[in-house]
T-cell receptor, first 110, second 114 residues
């Protein structure tokens, strides 16, 4: 079945860039998403990328997609303490099925 | 604010009991998804409804059931509760048309089974 994998933890210093990586197995994925979950809250859609794109930039966020390697990354520039959260990668194949990764817990150190 | 509402926010109950969680999707969204998030299992897809009908099933236990009503709100029923059912339960809604066709999550219901 489809699977999405992420590393579970990442620590960075405030002001540095964070790069969160994700790999997926479903080659028919059409959209890939990044969600952010702050403590005690629901998942908030951060950004998404269509599978025919290589890169998408949105303010401090840059999404890179390597479709050949089925690798997705989220770069957060100038990481702030407010960016501390769990980041979920998810994929969707235009069907009903969304598959989420286990989440990467980002800790931003002062 | 995603536009998806869930009630109650917190629920504390005892083993063996039954509870009902409620979700109201964003205006115009036809699909509702239910997820369970626990510390050791991550985010697990339970079930999806589209316009009142069950569309997809994930790792949902037989003790759990759901339905979507004509006004598109949905309820998740959990019965014969066990300690391991303690978790955050999220619903998400989706429009099912337009691009990108993404899910929007509610704030969740935290269930504690004692």
């Amino acid at each position: 079945g489809e699977d999405v994998e992420q590393s579970l933890f990442l620590s960075v210093r405030e002001g540095d860039s964070s790069v969160i990586n994700c790999t997926y197995t479903d080659s028919s994925s059409t959209y890939l998403y990044w969600y952010k979950q702050e403590p005690g809250a629901g998942l908030q859609l951060l950004t998404y990328i269509f599978s025919n794109m290589d890169m998408k930039q949105d303010q401090r966020l840059t999404v890179l997609l390597n479709k050949k390697d089925k690798h997705l990354s989220l770069r957060i520039a100038d990481t702030q303490t407010g960016d501390s959260a769990i980041y979920f990668c998810a994929e969707n194949d235009y069907g009903q099925n969304f598959v989420f990764g286990p989440g990467t817990r980002l800790s931003v150190l002062p | 604010d995603s536009g998806v509402t869930q009630t109650p926010k917190h629920l504390i109950t005892a083993t063996g009991q039954r509870v009902t969680l409620r979700c109201s999707p964003r205006s115009g969204d036809l699909s509702v998804y239910w997820y369970q998030q626990s510390l050791d299992q991550g985010l697990q897809f339970l079930i999806q409804y589209y316009n009142g009908e069950e569309r997809a099933k994930g790792n949902i236990l037989e003790r759990f059931s759901a339905q979507q009503f004509p006004d598109l709100h949905s309820e998740l029923n959990l019965s014969s509760l066990e300690l391991g059912d303690s978790a955050l339960y999220f619903c998400a809604s989706r429009r099912d048309r337009g691009d990108p066709d993404t899910q929007y999550f509610g704030p969740g219901t935290r269930l504690t089974v004692l």
